[in-house]
T-cell receptor, first 112, second 112 residues
Framework: GEDVEQSLFLSVREGDSSVINCTYTDSSSTYLYWYKQEPGAGLQLLTYIFSNMDMKQDQRLTVLLNKKDKHLSLRIADTQTGDSAIYFCAESNDNQGGKLIFGQGTELSVKP | DAEITQSPRHKITETGRQVTLACHQTWNHNNMFWYRQDLGHGLRLIHYSYGVQDTNKGEVSDGYSVSRSNTEDLPLTLESAASSQTSVYFC???????????FGQGTRLTVV
């Protein structure tokens, strides 16, 4: 079946850039998402990219999609301590929003 | 403000008992979803609904059931709780054709 893989941990210094990587197997993925989960909270949509795009930028966030390699990345510029959270990559092959296949999540730790 | 709420936030139950977790959203969204979150697995889809009287099985539906008698609510029932169902459960909703899903705060269920 479909699978989404992420590395589990990433540690960066405040002010540096963070890059979180994700690979997926479903070639029919239509939408690819990045969600953020803060401790004790639900998931919050950060950004998403449609599969016919290769890049999307939204303020400090840059999403890169390599459809040939089925690789998605999230770059956070000027990472702040408030960015410390778990980041989930997810994919969907329809436009119904919540029917998602998630990666395991990457725990981002930002050190001052 | 419109929102999605889950109750209870924490529950401890005994093996073999029936348990129902509530999910209520006030956006009038057609789509509702239940996920479970476990270390190393990310979030996995249990059941979902695209409207009143519609329910569908997700990836890990065994031992769970849902019913959708109105737009606002999708209760999740564990027919006979097992220790393997100890997890954090998230409910989400989205509008048809919309890419963004909104997640509740989660219910931490412990089966002893």
């Amino acid at each position: 079946g479909e699978d989404v893989e992420q590395s589990l941990f990433l540690s960066v210094r405040e002010g540096d850039s963070s890059v979180i990587n994700c690979t997926y197997t479903d070639s029919s993925s239509t939408y690819l998402y990045w969600y953020k989960q803060e401790p004790g909270a639900g998931l919050q949509l950060l950004t998403y990219i449609f599969s016919n795009m290769d890049m999307k930028q939204d303020q400090r966030l840059t999403v890169l999609l390599n459809k040939k390699d089925k690789h998605l990345s999230l770059r956070i510029a000027d990472t702040q301590t408030g960015d410390s959270a778990i980041y989930f990559c997810a994919e969907s092959n329809d436009n119904q929003g919540g029917k998602l296949i998630f990666g395991q999540g990457t725990e981002l730790s930002v050190k001052p | 403000d419109a929102e999605i709420t889950q109750s209870p936030r924490h529950k401890i139950t005994e093996t073999g008992r029936q348990v129902t977790l509530a999910c209520h959203q006030t956006w009038n969204h057609n789509n509702m979803f239940w996920y479970r979150q476990d270390l190393g697995h990310g979030l996995r889809l249990i059941h979902y609904s695209y409207g009143v009287q519609d329910t569908n099985k997700g990836e890990v539906s065994d031992g769970y059931s849902v019913s959708r008698s109105n737009t606002e609510d999708l209760p999740l029932t564990l027919e006979s709780a097992a220790s393997s169902q100890t997890s954090v459960y998230f409910c989400a909703s989205s509008e048809s054709g919309d890419t963004e899903a909104f997640f509740g705060q989660g219910t931490r269920l412990t089966v002893v």
